[in-house]
């Protein structure tokens, strides 16, 4: 019985590190990790989000006030520029490739906050 266990933890731990490895490469299709993120009078909420590479984001970014700068939502990297109307959630989906921190920040480079990729 206890080899038997072992014999399936093992085949679960190959299948889900071979998964990973082809989907780092685009072999295969991971399902996208949905974050929501508000835009408070205290900037982009939450302002650190860990996030795995080759893992595919969709960020759903919804602008609650209009007290601050922050009316798009822009990550460099990614070549990627949105508008955040009031009271709407917007989709920003994306897939990190490699390790390190990915900035986004208002249009203006004020407000900010980074995704920590791992």
Do not use: H
């Amino acid at each position: 019985m206890r080899n038997a266990i072992l014999t399936i933890i093992a085949t679960l731990a190959v299948t889900l590190s071979t998964t990973t490895a082809l989907a780092r490469q685009g072999k295969t299709k991971m399902p996208a990790r949905v974050v929501n993120v508000e835009v408070t009078t205290k900037g982009f909420v939450p302002a650190r989000i860990p996030v795995k590479a080759g893992q595919p984001l969709k960020l759903v970014v919804t602008r609650k006030t209009d007290s601050t700068c922050a009316k798009d939502i822009v990550i460099k990297d990614f070549n990627i520029s949105k508008p955040l109307p009031l009271n709407r959630p917007v989709e920003v989906t994306f897939t990190p490739t490699k390790s390190g921190q990915i900035r986004y920040a208002c249009a203006m480079d004020m407000i900010a906050g980074v995704l920590i990729v791992d």
